[in-house]
């Protein structure tokens, strides 16, 4: 029931390019402000607001799982899984993102992206168009890897509640700066972040790739972001930003080499996945 359920709502995503028709979170916006009036701790305040959607999801599983052979808990488990999908449409981000470069506004494009993912400034301002490149390249990665990989691997692992799990900690972690909650996406982001960059390498330069891959899965303490990249970037034989992609066109083809490499390897876990369920 698992797997078919993953497949409905993977297609429901693909045809409607967004699962914007059921992210609405006005409810764990209340959910959080109510548990705040309680004067607890941030932490505790932050493991109620997680915990108790979770249970409630749990519960409505468990209720819907005998009606109708078992299809209430597949429909429940699809709306779980569209709801735990990222927020937005991806592809509009990327292809407005590489017009900006292609255009040339490579700060416009800067801008955007920031603005679109509610960025937080660096503590210390990013002293060249390069580096805001780089920096880019990992939050554009990081935010196409979040939006459905991780949620599916969560799904697989744990059910619909562990990918709603995760999402809302997502939500969690944008609306406040609590590092509670940075270190717990750290852990939750750890493994399907190394599995995805594996993806990276097998559907890229394996050779080229070698080294980052086995440099990610050695350090433990490199973030999500960097690990993308860095193993995207060598998947790719990507070299460092530099003056080249500053004043010309490369930063867009590049980010479009990075997104696609992104999509052959969610779709490689997906099929591979499906591979699994049918031979077990």
Not at 50 to 63: D, Q, R, T
Request: proline share 2%; charged share 15%; with cysteine.
């Amino acid at each position: 029931m698992t797997f078919l359920a993953m497949i409905i709502a993977v297609v429901l995503l693909q045809v409607w390019g967004s699962a914007s028709r059921v992210h609405h979170d006005e409810w764990f916006a209340r959910l959080r402000s109510q548990v705040t009036e309680l004067g607890m701790s941030a932490e505790i305040n932050a493991l109620i607001s997680l915990a108790v959607p979770v249970l409630a999801a749990l519960f409505v599983l468990s209720v819907f799982e005998p009606i109708l052979m078992g299809l209430g808990w597949i429909a429940t488990a699809i709306l779980l899984l569209l709801y735990a999908f990222g927020r937005g449409d991806f592809g509009l981000l990327m292809d407005r993102y590489r017009g900006y470069c292609q255009s040339g506004d490579l700060e416009a494009a800067y801008l955007y992206v920031s603005s679109e993912l509610q960025l937080v400034p660096a503590a210390e301002p990013l002293q060249s168009v390069a580096q805001e490149q780089i920096q880019m390249r990992r939050e554009l990665l990081y935010e196409g890897y979040q939006r459905w990989f991780a949620v599916l691997f969560y799904f697989v692992l744990l059910g619909p509640a562990g990918a709603l799990a995760y999402r809302l900690t997502q939500l969690y972690g944008r609306s406040t700066n609590m590092k509670a909650i940075e270190r717990l996406l750290f852990y939750v982001d750890w493994v399907p972040v190394r599995l995805l960059t594996i993806a990276f390498s097998i559907t890229g330069d394996f050779v080229a790739s070698k080294d980052a891959l086995i440099a990610s899965l050695q350090n433990t303490q490199d973030e999500a972001g960097y690990v993308l990249y860095e193993v995207g970037s060598a998947a790719l034989g990507l070299g460092p930003v530099g003056k080249e992609a500053v004043e010309g066109g490369v930063e867009a083809a590049q980010i479009k080499a990075l997104g696609s490499l992104l999509s052959r390897s969610a779709a490689t876990w997906v099929a591979l996945i499906s591979l699994v369920v049918f031979v077990s």
